[in-house]
T-cell receptor
Framework: NAGVMQNPRHLVRRRGQEARLRCSPMKGHSHVYWYRQLPEEGLKFMVYLQKENIIDESGMPKERFSAEFPKEGPSILRIQQVVRGDSAAYFC??????????????FGEGSWLTVV | QQQVKQSPQSLIVQKGGISIINCAYENTAFDYFPWYQQFPGKGPALLIAIRPDVSEKKEGRFTISFNKSAKQFSLHIMDSQPGDSATYFCAAYETTDKLIFGTGTRLQVFP
């Protein structure tokens, strides 16, 4: 049973370009979460999605960031016009049910974005 | 505003010793407290978790102690091994979908 798959694992973008990060949840999981980890910091919640729906995007920056989880295919985190401050590790997680007490979420290995 | 405060930032322990990591929170609405272990270049993995109605939970060499009145909880790693060297994060559920993480503790266990 494959885990949460993220790609690319490493991505380098020049300032102003777009970054697109993909996440395939574990088999049977319909809930996807994106977290961002800045260097030497803990993970920060960004967005929670179910198929075709954004449930909670309270952690997403208001501009340049968007996320989707289409009916078919992986979840996508899109960052437009990247800036150096976007350099971070972006982790996707999935769960079979809504995350919460007793319901484990499983993290992928992350996508490391470097903006030069 | 940091809702879950974690200390120490780094910890060096000799093999066989006890590693202790502490966390404190303010929001009394938090109702589930997991600990995650993260190795370099990897994603966090759930280690152990506790509900606030329990004062202690033990799984193998890992124990969570929880003090609800003080709003503090800690992770104890008994008989620490070099393979335990990793970054440990405490966390808390703010709502049913959002984990709030501490800033992490980098543990190094020397033989």
């Amino acid at each position: 049973n494959a885990g949460v798959m993220q790609n690319p694992r490493h991505l380098v973008r020049r300032r102003g370009q777009e970054a697109r990060l993909r996440c395939s949840p574990m088999k049977g999981h319909s809930h996807v979460y994106w977290y961002r980890q800045l260097p030497e910091e803990g993970l920060k919640f960004m967005v929670y999605l179910q198929k075709e729906n954004i449930i909670d995007e309270s952690g997403m920056p208001k501009e340049r960031f968007s996320a989707e989880f289409p009916k078919e295919g992986p979840s996508i985190l899109r960052i437009q016009q990247v800036v150096r401050g976007d350099s971070a590790a972006y982790f996707c997680a999935s769960s079979p049910y809504t995350a919460g007490p007793g319901n484990t979420i499983y993290f992928g290995e992350g996508s490391w974005l470097t903006v030069v | 505003q940091q809702q879950v405060k974690q200390s120490p930032q780094s910890l060096i322990v000799q093999k066989g010793g006890i590693s202790i990591i502490n966390c404190a929170y303010e929001n009394t609405a938090f109702d589930y407290f997991p600990w995650y272990q993260q190795f370099p270049g990897k994603g966090p993995a759930l280690l152990i978790a506790i509900r606030p109605d329990v004062s202690e939970k033990k799984e193998g060499r890992f124990t969570i102690s929880f003090n609800k009145s003080a709003k503090q909880f800690s992770l104890h790693i008994m008989d620490s091994q070099p393979g335990d060297s990793a970054t440990y994060f405490c966390a808390a559920y703010e709502t049913t979908d959002k984990l709030i993480f501490g800033t992490g503790t980098r543990l190094q266990v020397f033989p």
